[in-house]
C-alpha cells in the first residue's frame, strides 16, 4: 500500500510549507513561506519540503515553470512507484518509506517525491515522512553538512533505507524462524 490507499484522515491538511533551508558556502539557513514565495536570491540552492495536500503548494508548484510539466505532476501525484526520471534541466526521485508514524501499519509506505536541480531540492510529501524530518534536524542542529542538491537526494534515500532496517530485519528474523519450523516438522499449519 503507498500514500494512495491510506484513508483520508492519514493525510496531513496543514500548511503548504513544512520547512526549508537556503544553503549558501556550506551552511544552512532556516526559510518559512514567505521566503520561498518571494525568491531563493542569495542561496547556492534550496531545499524546500512541501506538504502537497495543501492547495497553495499545488498552485506554487503549477507556477514552477522552470520545472517540467510532467515533474510538477510526480510531485503532485498522489500514487507513486520508487523511479527516477531524468529531464534536462534536472531530474525526479520517487522514494518509499516504512510508515512510522504513530498508529500506522510499517507495511503502510509513505512516499517522498523528489525534484532536484543544480539549485534546489523541492520535496513533497502526503504523510509525514520521519526520515525527511531527521535530516532537517541534523541540519538544524549543524549535526551534518550538505553540499549539494545530489547529496541531499543521497541523504533522504540513505535514511530512508536506515529507517526501513530494522522493520526489514524483524520479518527476516520471523521468515527463518517460520523456515526452521517447516524444517523440523513442528506442525503443518506452518506453511
Do not use: C
Request: charged residues 25%.
Amino acid at each position: 500500500m503507498d500514500d494512495t490507499d491510506a484513508t483520508a484522515g492519514d493525510f496531513d491538511t496543514g500548511p503548504p510549507f513544512v520547512f526549508g533551508f537556503g544553503f549558501k558556502d556550506g551552511a544552512a539557513v532556516q526559510q518559512n513561506w514567505e521566503d520561498v514565495v518571494s525568491s531563493a536570491a542569495g542561496f547556492d540552492w534550496t531545499w524546500l519540503h512541501l506538504n502537497m495536500n495543501n492547495e497553495e503548494t499545488r498552485t506554487w508548484i503549477r507556477a514552477q515553470h522552470d520545472i517540467p510539466y510532467a515533474a510538477q505532476n510526480a510531485l503532485l501525484a498522489g500514487e507513486t512507484r520508487p523511479r527516477v526520471t531524468h529531464f534536462d534541466n534536472g531530474l525526479v526521485v520517487n522514494l518509499r518509506g516504512v510508515n512510522l508514524n504513530e498508529g500506522a501499519d510499517p507495511e503502510d509506505m509513505v512516499s517522498i517525491r523528489i525534484w532536484a536541480d543544480e539549485r534546489r531540492v523541492i520535496t513533497t510529501r502526503r504523510r509525514r515522512l520521519k526520515a525527511a524530518q531527521d535530516i532537517r534536524g541534523e541540519i538544524a542542529d549543524g549535526t551534518i553538512v550538505v553540499k549539494s542538491p545530489g547529496a541531499l537526494v543521497v541523504k533522504i534515500a540513505a535514511r530512508l533505507t536506515s529507517r526501513m532496517t530494522p522493520f526489514v530485519e524483524s520479518i527476516e528474523d520471523t521468515i527463518d524462524a517460520l523456515e526452521a519450523d517447516v524444517i523440523n516438522a513442528r506442525g503443518d499449519g506452518v506453511r
